[in-house]
């Protein structure tokens, strides 16, 4: 099971870091991604690291402003995201692939998490 938190309310240009914990597994060498759907919008891919942690991939709209990581000890992935703007504005969700290999495409991945919502004020 994969728990999303740490969304919110916060003006463009601020901060937030948002993490997933697992529970009743370890996903310590799985594979991790964030996606967010936007209000009407499909989901889209944010970011994946891979299970050994040396390979992350983003999306080209939160590219240099949002990272990726993981503790494989507190079985825990994070997306720190930084200079938010208005378009950022979604739910965010987690996700874990069976593999670990890192995979930008939804539909790789086997494990949700519920969404945690974020909204960026102009």
């Known amino acids: 099971q994969l728990q999303a938190s740490g969304g919110g309310l916060v003006q463009a240009g601020g901060s937030l870091r948002l993490s997933c914990a697992a529970s009743?597994?370890?996903?310590?060498?799985?594979?991790l991604g964030w996606f967010r759907q936007a209000p009407g919008k499909e989901r889209e891919f944010v970011a994946v690291?891979?299970?050994?942690?040396?390979?992350?991939y983003y999306a080209n709209s939160v590219k240099g402003r949002f990272t990726i990581s993981r503790d494989n000890a507190k079985n825990t992935v994070y997306l720190q995201m930084n200079s938010l703007k208005p378009e950022d504005t979604a739910a965010y969700y987690c996700?874990?692939?069976?593999?670990?290999?890192?995979?930008?495409?939804?539909?790789?991945?086997?494990?949700w998490g519920q969404g945690t919502l974020v909204t960026v004020s102009s």
């Open positions: 996700a874990a692939r069976a593999s670990g290999t890192a995979s930008f495409r939804e539909r790789m991945y086997d494990y």
């Open positions: 009743g597994r370890s996903f310590s060498s799985n594979a």
């Open positions: 690291i891979s299970g050994s942690g040396e390979t992350t």
